[in-house]
């Protein structure tokens, strides 16, 4: 920094680093680290300015993720922040509030069938019963997910279990979770772009209604035929009689 002639260098707080790499105790502190990520190259896809970087870091402080496992575990998708599945299952592993002895994942029935299923179950300690959640094949192809290009087709099984997991997660421990959903779920959601069209004219298109003005009425069709046949007729008998008329003028009555 400069003062007229004289130089000033400009002093920064050094940030603290403890057992478990740097600690950022002040906004200063996480947007220059922000800056440093974003510099590297090494910020994962959807993090790569400084500002972004900074808001996965606070997102993951509030869910008590170190700055380095916030950005290894937060995944940006159509600009939601969300943690991966596995995250998920370690924040509530390390809660004093989860049983161990009560979690279970596992598959029933014939892989690749409607019938196959994924299970997950979790219990929170002073509770007498356990949460347990699924997700079937047959529940991803309501969901139009079965066979969808991407994960769904490279390991279908994966992905089942996943969203079983997630909704166990998020059921039995909201206050660990704070709302977050897995990643591999927001995979599945349509972006803003594809979002439906609100309103009443929405809500029609949603439902398959066609609206009047798309389609006039059956009795508004037939009453402007009636008009329009009615002044026809007219027409013709006018021109009918003038015919006549005409007619009997090139032979006059003796």
Known sequence: ?????????????????????LVLRTLDDMYRFAKYVSASGLAPKG??????????????????????????????????????????????????????????????????????????RVKRRGRKQPVVRSFSVADAKAAGLWGKPGPWSQYPARMLQMRARSWALRDAFPDILRGCLAAEEVMDISSANDAPVLGVGGLAKKLGVKQQEDEP????????????????????????????????GLFPEE
């Open 1 to 21: 920094m400069s003062n007229g002639n004289q130089l000033v260098a400009e002093h920064k707080t050094p940030i603290e680093c403890g057992s478990r790499g």
């Open 47 to 120: 993090l790569e300015k400084p500002e972004a970087i900074l808001v996965a870091l606070q997102y993951g402080a509030e869910l008590g993720l170190s700055p380095a496992q916030s950005l290894q575990n937060i995944a940006v998708i159509n600009g939601r922040p969300s943690l991966w599945g596995d995250t998920m299952l370690a924040l509530c592993m390390s809660s004093p509030l989860w049983d161990e002895e009560a979690f279970h994942e596992w598959f029933d029935g014939k892989p690749g069938t409607d019938g196959f299923t994924a299970y997950c």
């Open 217 to 248: 009425q059956v009795a508004e069709v037939q009453a402007a035929e009636e008009v329009v046949e009615t002044e026809r007729d007219e027409s013709d008998a006018t021109d009918a009689e003038s015919v006549i008329d005409e007619a009997l």
